[in-house]
C-alpha cells in the first residue's frame, strides 16, 4: 500500500514538472501583442554568489513558488532566468523588456555543446506615448526554430520591485507602452496633474507675497510647498523614467526632499505661532525635531546605498517617519488645545489632516510592498500622501490670508487712529486760532468800548453843556456836534455787538435786529408787526456775516423811511432750508426813474453784502416793497 502511495505521488511530481516544463516554453507566433511572463520564466537564485553563467545548466532552473522573486533583506545575489521561445509561424522578432531600471546580460543556449552565447542585442524605442526610449533586447527566431534563452539579472536595492519581463511583438511595441506602461497609471497621472496645478499656484502666490512683503513664514511656507511639489513631480516622472541612473538616485530624492519638507513645515507652524516668543517648550522641541531629522539623514543615506543594509536604512527612515509623524500630531493637538484664534485652528486641523493620511500612505506603501503587488497599485500611497499635504498646505495658506487680513484691518485701524488724530489736532489747533480770534474780537470791542467810547460820551456831554452855557450862539454847531457823536455811538456799539464772539448765533442776531427795527420805528407814525418763529434754529453764524446782514436791514428800513410813503411794515423771521428775513412795505414802491437815481445804490450794496455771505437778496416791487433776504445756515466764515 505504501509503495501505491509513493508511485503515486511520483507520476504526480511529474505531471507537475511536465506542466511547469510546457508552460516555460512560449510560442511567439501565438503572442498577439505582447505578454507579460514573469510568472513563465524558470529561475536559478544564487544569494551567495557562488555561482557564474558558466557554472549552470539548462536543467538548474525551476520555477519560483514565492510571493516575491527577490529577498527584499538582501536584494543582492546572482539571479538567472530562463526563456524557452519557439516560433510556430512565420520568421519574426520577438523584444523582451525586463523593466525599468533593469540592468541584465542576454544569452543564447547552445543544446549542443552547452555554450552560453552572450547576445549583443540591446536597443532602444522611442515611444511618443512616454516622451522616452524604452529599452529593449531583441530576439531573432526562424518559423518552425526553438531557443532557449538565459537572462543575468543585475539586482540592486533600486531596481528590485520594479522587474516587470514582458515579451512584445515589433508590431505591438506601442501598444505595449501605452497599454502596459502608461495606461495603468493614467488615473494617477490625471489626478497628479491636477493636484500639482493647485500646488504651483499655492507656491506662487505665496513667493509672490514674500517677495512683496519679506517675512519668514511666507519664505518657509514656500519653500516647504516647492519641496513637495518637486517631489510629487518627481514621483509622476517615475512613470516616464526607464535609466538605470533615474532609479538610482530614487532613495535619495525620496528621503531627502521629504524630510526637508517636513523640517520646513515645522519651521513655518513654530513661526507662524511664535513658538519661541509665546512657548518655548514647544520651540526647542520643533528645534529638536528639525535636528534630529538633519543628522538622521546625514548618517542614513550612506547606507540606503547598499545592498546588504537597504532594508534596515528603509526600516530606520519608515520608524523616523513615524516618530515626526507622531510628535506632529502631539505639537498640532497643543495649537488646537492652547490656542483658540482662528488662524491656529487652520493650521492644528490641516497639520492633522496631513499627519493622517501620511500614516495611512505609509501602511499601505509596506503593504504593498510585502504583499508584492507591484504595477497597479504602487501609486495609491503616493496619491494618499499628495492629497494630505496638498489639504494642509490650502488650510496652511487659509492660515495665512486670514493673518494677511487681521494685518491689514490692523495697519487700516492704525491709519484711521492717525487720521482720527491729525484731525483732532488739526481741530484743536483750529479751536485755538477761533479762541484767539475771538478774544482779539473781545479785545478789540473793550478797547473801542472803553477808549473810544468814553470819549465820544464825552464829547457828546460837552457839546450839550456848551449849548446850555452859551445860548442861541453857535447852538447850531454845537447840535451838529452832538448828533454826530450819537451817531457815532450808535456805529460803534453795532460793531462792539458785531465783534463780540459771544454774539455768533442766529438767535442772538435776531434778538438784537427785533431791538434795533422797534428802536429804529419807535418815534415814526408807522404801524410794525414783527413775527417771530415757533422754533428757532440757533445755528453759528459768524461776527462779519451778522454785520452784513445789519447793514442789509438798516438799507432796507432807510429805504422805507425815505421813499417808501408806507403807514405798515411788517417784518418776519423765518426758517426754510434757509435763514429768511422778509420786509415788506405797503408804500408807493418804486417809481420809473428810480433805477437812474443814485439812491440805486443802497438796493445795489444790499445784493453785494448778501452774495459775500454766500446768501441772496431778492426785491418784489407790487403793492409796496417787498425785500427777502435769505442766510444759509452753514454761513460762518472766519
Not at 49 to 76: C, E, G, M, Q, T
Not at 164 to 174: E, Q, R, Y
Not at 258 to 265: K, N, R
Amino acid at each position: 500500500m505504501s509503495i501505491r502511495k509513493t508511485v503515486l505521488i511520483c507520476l504526480f511530481s511529474l505531471t507537475i514538472l511536465s506542466a511547469s516544463a510546457q508552460n516555460a516554453v512560449i510560442d511567439i507566433a501565438k503572442i498577439h501583442n505582447y505578454d507579460t511572463i514573469v510568472s513563465m520564466l524558470h529561475y536559478f537564485i544564487d544569494f551567495e554568489k557562488k555561482y557564474s553563467i558558466a557554472d549552470i545548466n539548462r536543467n538548474d532552473f525551476i520555477p519560483v513558488a514565492r510571493k516575491s522573486l527577490f529577498d527584499i533583506r538582501h536584494p543582492s545575489g546572482n539571479y538567472f532566468a530562463q526563456l524557452t521561445l519557439i516560433n510556430s509561424g512565420h520568421t519574426d522578432t520577438i523584444f523582451f523588456y525586463a523593466g525599468k531600471g533593469q540592468d541584465y546580460q542576454v544569452y543564447e543556449y547552445d543544446t549542443i555543446t552547452g555554450n552560453k552565447n552572450l547576445l549583443n542585442n540591446h536597443t532602444y524605442y522611442y515611444s511618443h506615448a512616454v516622451f522616452n526610449k524604452v529599452p529593449f533586447s531583441f530576439l531573432n527566431i526562424e518559423k518552425g526554430k526553438k531557443k532557449i534563452i538565459i537572462i543575468q539579472l543585475n539586482i540592486n536595492f533600486y531596481n528590485w520591485n520594479i522587474f516587470d519581463p514582458a515579451l512584445v511583438k515589433s508590431n505591438g511595441l506601442d501598444f505595449f507602452v501605452f497599454n502596459h506602461i502608461l495606461q495603468p497609471s493614467r488615473i494617477y497621472i490625471s489626478i497628479a496633474l491636477f493636484l500639482l496645478g493647485i500646488m504651483f499656484s499655492m507656491f506662487a502666490n505665496t513667493f509672490a507675497f514674500f517677495v512683496r512683503t519679506p517675512v519668514r513664514e511666507y519664505l518657509y511656507y514656500s519653500i516647504a510647498i516647492f519641496v513637495f511639489l518637486l517631489y510629487f513631480s518627481m514621483r509622476m516622472l517615475d512613470v516616464f523614467s526607464f535609466g538605470r541612473s533615474y532609479h538610482w538616485f530614487y532613495e535619495v530624492r525620496f528621503e531627502t526632499l521629504q524630510l526637508v519638507g517636513a523640517i520646513f513645515i515645522l519651521m513655518f507652524v513654530s513661526s507662524f505661532l511664535r513658538f519661541k516668543e509665546e512657548h518655548p517648550f514647544a520651540h526647542k522641541a520643533v528645534r529638536w525635531m528639525v535636528w534630529i531629522q538633519v543628522i538622521f539623514l546625514i548618517i542614513n543615506i550612506p547606507f540606503v546605498y547598499t545592498n546588504n543594509y537597504n532594508f534596515i536604512a528603509s526600516v530606520a527612515f519608515d520608524i523616523m517617519r513615524l516618530a515626526v509623524l507622531l510628535s506632529s500630531i502631539i505639537i498640532a493637538s497643543f495649537v488646537i488645545i492652547r490656542k483658540h484664534d482662528k488662524e491656529s485652528q487652520y493650521l492644528g486641523i490641516g497639520s492633522i489632516i496631513s499627519l493622517t493620511t501620511a500614516m495611512l500612505a505609509l501602511y499601505i506603501g509596506r503593504k504593498i510592498n510585502n504583499e508584492d503587488i507591484m504595477v497597479r497599485y504602487d501609486k495609491i500611497p503616493s496619491l494618499i500622501f499628495m492629497f494630505g499635504i496638498l489639504s494642509q498646505m490650502l488650510l496652511f495658506l487659509q492660515a495665512l490670508a486670514y493673518r494677511r487680513r487681521m494685518l491689514e484691518a490692523e495697519r487700516i485701524r492704525a491709519v484711521e487712529q492717525l487720521q482720527i488724530e491729525n484731525d483732532r489736532k488739526e481741530l484743536e489747533t483750529y479751536k485755538a486760532i477761533i479762541e484767539t480770534r475771538d478774544n482779539e474780537r473781545t479785545r478789540i470791542s473793550q478797547e473801542i468800548h472803553d477808549d473810544i467810547g468814553s470819549g465820544l460820551t464825552s464829547i457828546r456831554l460837552l457839546s450839550e453843556i456848551a449849548k446850555v452855557k452859551n445860548g442861541d450862539t453857535d447852538r447850531k454847531e454845537l447840535e451838529k456836534i452832538s448828533a454826530t457823536s450819537n451817531v457815532l455811538m450808535d456805529k460803534m456799539n453795532e460793531i462792539i455787538w458785531t465783534l463780540n464772539s459771544r454774539n455768533d448765533t442766529v438767535l442772538n442776531l435776531i434778538a438784537y435786529l427785533r431791538h434795533q427795527v422797534v428802536e429804529f420805528f419807535e418815534p415814526l407814525n408807522i404801524i410794525l408787526e414783527i413775527n417771530l418763529p415757533e422754533n428757532i434754529d440757533d445755528a453759528p453764524l459768524s461776527g462779519s456775516a451778522r454785520r452784513n446782514i445789519i447793514l442789509s436791514v438798516k438799507e432796507a428800513l432807510h429805504n422805507i423811511i425815505k421813499h417808501s410813503q408806507a403807514t405798515t411794515v411788517k417784518v418776519n423771521f423765518s426758517f426754510k432750508d434757509v435763514f429768511i428775513i422778509s420786509i415788506q412795505d405797503n408804500g408807493i414802491g418804486f417809481t420809473a426813474n428810480y433805477a437812474a437815481n443814485n439812491n440805486s445804490n443802497g438796493l445795489r450794496n444790499m445784493r453785494e453784502r448778501l452774495n459775500t455771505i454766500g446768501g441772496s437778496c431778492e426785491i418784489i416791487n407790487k403793492e409796496g416793497i417787498h425785500i427777502l433776504l435769505k442766510i444759509p445756515l452753514d454761513v460762518y466764515p472766519v
